[in-house]
C-alpha cells in the first residue's frame, strides 16, 4: 500500500507545499546565482532515475564555469562560489529538485542518482538501487552523505530499497533535517564532491 501508492501521494503532497513554502528562498537564490553564474543559476544533468531511465536533474548551480589557459575547467574548489559554498552547506541547492519529485521522475526519500556514466560498473547487487525512484535524500545521505566510500554508500541504498517503508522514510526525513542544521560528511575530505566512481 505504502510503496504502491501512499509514497508517490505524500511525495507530490509534500513537493508542492515545500515550493510553496520556500518560494521566497528559491527567489532569493535564484537571483543571486543569476549574477554570479553568467546568468546560468540552475545546473540541469541527465541521470539515471528508476529502472535506469535518464531524466533531467535540476539543481541550483553552485560552481562556475571558469577555466584555465588552456580552456580547461578550473578544479571544483576554484569554482565553487561564495554564494555556492552557502547554498551547498544549508542544501538548498537540492530545492528545485522538489520539481523532478512532482514530475515523477523522484521522490523525496530513495538513492541518489548518480552520472548515467556508472550504469555500466554497477554490479547486480549495486543494480538493485535503481528498483525504487531516486530520492532527494536517502540512507546514505543520512549516514555520511560523501564523506563515506562508494561501498558503504551502495550498502545503504540496497538496504534501504530492501526495508522502505513509511516508517523508515519518516525518520531519514527527521534525520535530514537535522543535517541541515548541523552540516556534516557534505564533501568527501577536502574536495568539494564525491570522488568518481570507477567499478569494483
Known sequence: MYCSFLKRFLDVLLSLTGLILLSPVFVVVTIGLFFVNNRKPFFIQNRPGKNEV??????????????????????????????????????????????????????????????????????????????????????????????????????????????????LDLKIIFMTIKKVFVPEGINADEVVTMEKFKGN
Open 54 to 167: 535518464l531524466f533531467k536533474i535540476i539543481k541550483f548551480k553552485t560552481m562556475n564555469d571558469k577555466k584555465d589557459l588552456e580552456g580547461n575547467l578550473l578544479s571544483d574548489a576554484q569554482r565553487l562560489t561564495a554564494i555556492g559554498r552557502l547554498v551547498r552547506k544549508t542544501s538548498v541547492d537540492e530545492v528545485p529538485q522538489l520539481i523532478n519529485v512532482l514530475l515523477g521522475d523522484m521522490s523525496l526519500i530513495g538513492p541518489r542518482p548518480l552520472l548515467p556514466e556508472y550504469l555500466p560498473l554497477y554490479n547486480e547487487f549495486q543494480k538493485q538501487r535503481h528498483a525504487v525512484r531516486p530520492g532527494i535524500t536517502g540512507w546514505a545521505q543520512v549516514n555520511g552523505r560523501n564523506a563515506i566510500d562508494w561501498n558503504q554508500k551502495f550498502e545503504y541504498d540496497v538496504w534501504y530499497v530492501r526495508h522502505l517503508s513509511l516508517i
